[in-house]
């Protein structure tokens, strides 16, 4: 069973910054390292979006414009982490946070294949 689990989120004012982190307990590095690595987060009332992802070689990145230029995401196989990190944070930056993983490269929710159960950020202006 894969479990995966975020970390890291918070209330901040807007500007501040924030990195979260994503573990996965289940996997160990040599199977963790095959998966794509995405970030995804959800508003209040709204849909699930994309936000970023990493490719297997933690080099290949991809980023929604919302957050082009101010987020950066990174892993770490060794440890089966991903990282998220988040600068110059706005209100609608305020949702709750979701890693997941797939083995397909895709912005697309249904084609990640294991999520964790996400955690919250909330920017005050």
Excluded at 53 to 69: F, H, L, N, P, W
Excluded at 115 to 123: K, R, Y
Aim: hydrophobic fraction near 30%; charged fraction near 20%.
């Amino acid at each position: 069973q894969v479990q995966l689990t975020e970390s890291g989120g918070e209330s901040v004012q807007a500007g501040g910054s924030l990195t979260l982190s994503c573990t996965d307990s289940e996997h160990p590095e040599h199977s963790f390292s095959t998966f794509d690595m995405g970030w995804f987060r959800q508003a209040p009332m709204k849909e699930r979006e994309f936000v970023a992802r990493i490719g297997t070689d933690a080099e290949t990145t991809y980023y929604a414009d919302s957050v082009k230029g101010r987020f950066i995401i990174s892993r770490d196989n060794a440890k089966t982490a991903v990282y998220l990190q988040m600068n110059n944070l706005k209100p609608d930056d305020t949702a709750i946070y979701y890693c997941a993983k797939s083995n397909v490269w895709t912005n697309r929710a249904s084609d990640y294949l294991y999520w964790g159960p996400g955690t919250q950020v909330t920017v005050s202006s």
